[in-house]
């Protein structure tokens, strides 16, 4: 009974924010002309964030250079809103592999709702139903749990196994944020 109501609490937190928004940042092709100073403002961002959301060590930029975007607004990952900050090992995974029920540990069907943002994490680490900021993917809910995924790891769920393969592994920063 306990698990059920919590499966159904995690849903609807879930479906409160993860629905329908894309898996990965978007992106920018810097033009002729165009500095940090002019992009920056079109997506509601400060200069300084996309210069450190794109790791760049100077404010110059190329013809042609592509720059990614936060797949969420800023203020979502504002320092007021983060009860913790990590640098994890990322991996994603599909609810349609051999062998896989698409349900996750805490009853998020994602066969039949392939549009949630769910990360498997290691419930030691991050709480289950923590909503969470993950580099690259944006905001998630912490739904479900791997064999492999202990200590410092985190599986994103993605739609299907080419989207999987192209996330590959990497070290991305997360961040617990607060409910």
């Given at each position: 009974?306990?698990?059920?109501?919590?499966?159904?609490?995690?849903?609807?937190?879930?479906?409160?924010?993860?629905?329908?928004?894309?898996?990965?940042?978007?992106?920018?092709?810097?033009?002729?002309?165009?500095?940090?100073?002019?992009?920056?403002?079109?997506?509601?961002?400060?200069?300084?964030?996309?210069?450190?959301?794109?790791?760049?060590?100077?404010?110059?930029?190329?013809?042609?250079?592509?720059?990614?975007?936060?797949?969420?607004?800023?203020?979502?990952?504002?320092?007021?809103?983060?009860?913790?900050?990590?640098?994890?090992?990322?991996?994603?995974?599909?609810?349609?592999?051999?062998?896989?029920?698409?349900?996750?540990?805490?009853?998020?069907?994602?066969?039949?709702?392939?549009?949630?943002?769910?990360?498997?994490?290691?419930?030691?680490?991050i709480p289950l139903g923590s909503k969470i900021w993950v580099e690259g993917y944006g905001v998630a809910i912490a739904g479900?749990?791997?064999?492999?995924?202990?200590?410092?790891?985190?599986?994103?769920?993605?739609?299907?196994?080419?989207?999987?393969?192209?996330?590959?592994?990497?070290?991305?920063?997360?961040?617990?944020?607060?409910?």
């Amino acid at each position: 009974m306990i698990k059920k109501l919590l499966a159904f609490a995690v849903a609807i937190a879930a479906s409160a924010f993860i629905f329908a928004s894309p898996s990965f940042a978007a992106t920018h092709t810097v033009q002729s002309g165009e500095s940090l100073f002019s992009i920056a403002p079109k997506y509601k961002i400060t200069p300084t964030q996309l210069k450190n959301f794109n790791n760049l060590k100077s404010n110059s930029l190329f013809i042609n250079q592509v720059l990614e975007l936060p797949a969420e607004p800023v203020s979502a990952t504002h320092p007021s809103n983060v009860k913790k900050t990590f640098t994890m090992t990322a991996t994603a995974y599909t609810a349609n592999c051999k062998g896989c029920s698409g349900i996750t540990k805490t009853g998020l069907n994602l066969r039949k709702y392939p549009d949630l943002k769910v990360v498997a994490v290691d419930p030691k680490i991050i709480p289950l139903g923590s909503k969470i900021w993950v580099e690259g993917y944006g905001v998630a809910i912490a739904g479900d749990t791997g064999g492999a995924i202990k200590g410092k790891k985190i599986d994103i769920f993605v739609k299907n196994k080419k989207t999987a393969y192209n996330w590959g592994r990497k070290k991305v920063t997360v961040k617990l944020l607060k409910s």
